[in-house]
């Protein structure tokens, strides 16, 4: 199975503030490589899919990159409602694997 | 609207088997791939399952694999994982999400929780 790995693994951050989160795969993923967010007691919610493409509904602060096996998620001014838990997940092979996430709480 | 709805979580001992169940709604059942994703208390995701819309590709995480089996009836929109030889390590939230095929999951279900314990 493709091995997913995320850095920071946590993160303090004040609102306002931008945050990059930064995910690697073992091996190419090409662009299969989509982001959520989840809330405690909550379901995962779609932010990112195809690397870089914004999932309906979803605010335009956050963008996502690829850089050949690294990727990362952008929030470009983080708001209150945007302290979470965010995962990655490669779709290039089955089955789907996650990176470990990154919890963005506040400073 | 589009929406998963997950029941048969509960209490199990060792050993024992559990049905879980991911009805939908408000979309072409059909269409789509179906995947069951768990998380354990305090952990990260990890997805067990997955079967596509027409039931002809399923794959399996290895820690499942032999115990697990995943599958679909297109006829009432709803896809089963039927848990055998559970463990103490299986106890998770389980969650169904649908695939299009572009393997962005999207919906989620609300999760059903499964506590295997004696």
């Known amino acids: 199975d493709i091995q997913m790995t995320q850095s920071p693994s946590s993160l303090s951050a004040s609102v306002g503030d931008r945050v990059i989160i930064t995910c690697r795969a073992n091996?190419?993923?090409?662009?299969?490589l989509n982001w959520y967010q989840q809330k405690p007691g909550k379901a995962p919610k779609l932010l990112i899919y195809?690397?870089?493409s914004l999932q309906s509904g979803v605010p335009s602060r956050f963008s996502g990159s690829r850089f050949g096996t690294d990727f990362t998620l952008t929030i470009s001014s983080l708001q209150t409602e945007d302290f979470a838990t965010y995962y990655c997940?490669?779709?290039?092979?089955?089955?789907?694997?996650f990176g470990p996430g990154t919890k963005v709480d506040i400073k | 609207q589009v929406q998963l709805v997950e029941s048969g979580g509960g209490v199990v001992q060792p050993g024992r088997s559990l049905r879980l169940s991911c009805e939908a709604s408000?979309?072409?059942?059909?269409?789509?791939?179906i995947h069951w994703v768990r998380q354990a208390p305090g952990e990260g995701l990890e997805c067990v399952a997955v079967?596509?819309?027409?039931?002809?590709?399923?794959y399996y995480a290895d820690s499942v694999k032999g115990r697990f089996t995943i599958s679909r009836d297109n006829s009432i929109n709803t896809v089963y994982l039927q848990m055998s030889s559970l463990r103490v390590d299986d106890t998770a939230m389980y969650y169904c999400?649908?695939?299009?095929?572009?393997?962005?999951?999207?919906?989620w279900g609300q999760g059903t929780l499964v506590i295997v314990s004696s």
């Open positions: 999400a649908r695939d299009e095929g572009t393997g962005k999951l999207d919906p």
């Open positions: 408000g979309f072409t059942f059909s269409n789509f791939g």
């Open positions: 079967i596509w819309y027409d039931g002809g590709n399923i």
């Open positions: 091996q190419s993923v090409s662009s299969y």
């Open positions: 195809a690397a870089s």
């Open positions: 997940q490669q779709s290039y092979s089955n089955p789907f694997t």
